[in-house]
């Protein structure tokens, strides 16, 4: 543990936390980080995890005014249904080897940079054609928990695409829902994580830090820019960092 080391992990939480406000997406950000740093993927990821929660729940606090039910369900019921399967997600983890996740990251990864790319064309493509019920969006809600609670990387993207193409929301509109359900996936997964001594703390506490700064200023300036610019950011961060991890993984 050295200056360079804080300073990576602490940049990378700022960084992360700003991405959660703005689009989601933050463990783009920090996983690599901590890889970098020497933690093995799956105990980087919930370090990440935990590390990130704190900026998500700024964030959600920035945001709490405009907070709404999604297609007539409440904003306690999607949250208690995102907290029970978080937990199962994280404990999935728990129970995966490293080396199968090492695997499993970068395809991961590329799910939810392909949300993010299809899902407005995929949704308005739905929505011309079907109606979508209350009860497909609470089974959708238990699945983006368990994908929370298991990696949560994109999981604010996805959430975003899910909820655009099964309630035919716009994205702006759900900033306030999409970073409070990512924050309750993170806190799920934050005690079955922390039960199972998953998180290295000297890497996890810095950047725990840097992610209550980004979560806020991503906040304050998510309300200020534009849509496509926040989209256009996220996908060069999430693309760049799915081929690195793919590189990783099948380079050889």
Known sequence: MDFFSIA??????VLGGAMNALAGGGTFATLPALIALGLPANIANATSNVALLPGAGTSAWAYRDELAPVAGLSVRLLAAITFAFGLVGSLLLVLTPTAVFDLLIPWLLLFAFAVMVFGKSAADWLHARVTIGRPTLL????????????????VGLITTAVYGLLANIRPRELFAIRTL????????????????????????LPMLIGSILGGWLGAVIGKKLSPGMVRAWTLLVTGATTLVFFVRAYGG
Request: proline share 0%; glycine share 20%; with cysteine.
């Open 8 to 13: 990576l992990a602490a940049g990378a939480g």
């Open 139 to 154: 089974i959708t809600q238990a699945f983006l928990g368990i994908y929370g609670g298991y990696f949560g990387g994109g």
């Open 181 to 204: 359900m990512l924050a309750v996936a993170n806190f799920a997964a934050a005690f079955i994580f922390i039960g199972f001594a998953m998180v290295w703390w000297w890497a996890c």
